[in-house]
């Protein structure tokens, strides 16, 4: 069965960097879409990233300073963060799209297989 396991969660001070992993396992990798989301406290989900391919997509917010990667000899799909900030505090999560492309990643649409989540909390 399908199955996804995030690490590499932890506590950061603000600026510093971390980088998530996505473990991969009951599906083909390079077939579909692997998404990074994260939740708030009080807030709702946020699509991060997502990668088809060699095609990537970022929410704004994140852009420039987090990067999606994935080897799918590996199944494993990374996410490195850089230039922290509070408000990246959150719980985050990798998920399987049911289709090759990211479409439907911003609002979580089309991805029906999910991790557990790692926490990230970016703090002094």
């Known amino acids: 069965q399908v199955q996804l396991v995030e690490s590499g969660g932890g506590l950061v001070q603000p600026g510093g960097s971390l980088r998530l992993s996505c473990a991969a396992s009951?599906?083909?990798?390079?077939?579909?879409?692997i998404g990074w989301f994260r939740q708030a406290p009080g807030k709702e989900r946020e699509g991060v990233s997502c990668?088809?391919?060699?095609?990537?997509y970022y929410a704004d917010s994140v852009k420039g300073r987090f990067t999606i990667s994935r080897d799918s000899a590996k199944k494993t799909v990374w996410l490195q963060m850089n230039s922290l900030a509070p408000e990246d505090t959150a719980v985050y999560y990798c998920?399987?799209?049911?289709?090759?492309?990211?479409?439907?990643?911003?609002?979580?649409?089309?991805?029906?297989?999910w991790g557990q989540g790692t926490q990230v909390t970016v703090s002094s």
């Open positions: 990668i088809s391919g060699s095609s990537t």
């Open positions: 009951g599906f083909t990798l390079a077939y579909y879409a």
């Open positions: 998920a399987k799209s049911d289709y090759y492309y990211c479409s439907g990643y911003s609002e979580g649409r089309n991805f029906g297989s």
